[in-house]
């Protein structure tokens, strides 16, 4: 099976601006992750997404938001990007039940400038 | 308030040798435990997970150890080999999934596993 695929690989955008990325999870997976990784902060969990509802959502701001379709892919979008908003995003996909392991992609590297 | 622990940054053994890392967590919920390895720029690898029915999990040469009237679970890697040297993440979460509330994994900050050859 393939694995966990996330697009773009890297990113750079100014202040401002708004950014998409996306995620494609393993075939069979419906539940699709975000996590946001910072120097020193670990990864830090920003919302979850099982079939095409919003199940879980972590503690940022509301610029963060997503969405996901219904062959399980799953976009996200930052708006007015801030400096502080330079971080590795990574998505994950599971099955969806409980107690079932999270699969990562290799995250999309974003830069704010 | 960071549910889960690691409180080694960083560790360096030599090769051959057991590697051993630590986990804390705070949460009395948490009920599944999973190690991730994480190289840089690559998103995180599933190495092994436990469930709290169990108190040990092997698999080839990674066993992990769950304590929980300690919260405390370790990950043993041995023998410890170059290729190990990376950044291993501890993660919980909540079992049984219970509506959509809880299902999410909480991360530690990771220790960086330096192994020698």
């Known amino acids: 099976k393939a694995g966990v695929t996330q697009t773009p690989r890297y990113l750079i955008k100014t202040r401002g601006q708004q950014v998409t990325l996306s995620c494609s999870p393993i075939s069979g997976h419906r539940s699709v992750s975000w996590y946001q990784q910072t120097p020193g902060q670990g990864l830090q969990f920003l919302f979850e997404?099982?079939?095409?509802?919003?199940?879980n959502k972590g503690n940022f701001p509301g610029r963060f938001s997503g969405r996901q379709f219904s062959n399980s892919r799953s976009e996200m979008n930052v708006s007015t990007l801030e400096l502080g908003d330079s971080a590795l995003y990574l998505c994950?996909?599971?099955?969806?039940?409980?107690?079932?392991?999270?699969?990562f992609g290799p995250g999309t590297r974003l830069t704010v400038l | 308030d960071q549910q889960v622990k690691q409180n080694s940054p960083s560790l360096s053994v030599q090769e051959g040798r057991i590697s051993i890392l630590n986990c804390d967590y705070t949460?009395?919920?948490?009920?599944?435990f999973l190690w991730y390895k994480k190289y840089p720029a690559e998103g995180p690898t599933f190495l092994i997970s436990i469930s709290s029915i169990k108190d040990k999990n092997e698999d080839g040469r990674f066993t992990v150890f769950l304590n929980k009237s300690a919260k405390h679970l370790s990950l043993h890697i041995v023998p410890s080999q170059p290729g190990d040297s990376a950044v291993y993440f501890c993660a919980a979460s909540p079992l049984p999934y219970s509506g959509g509330s809880n299902y999410k994994l909480t991360f530690g900050k990771g220790t960086l596993l330096t192994v020698n050859p």
């Open positions: 997404y099982f079939s095409e509802t919003q199940r």
């Open positions: 994950a996909s599971s099955t969806g039940l409980a107690g079932v392991t999270q699969y």
């Open positions: 949460n009395s919920m948490f009920d599944y």
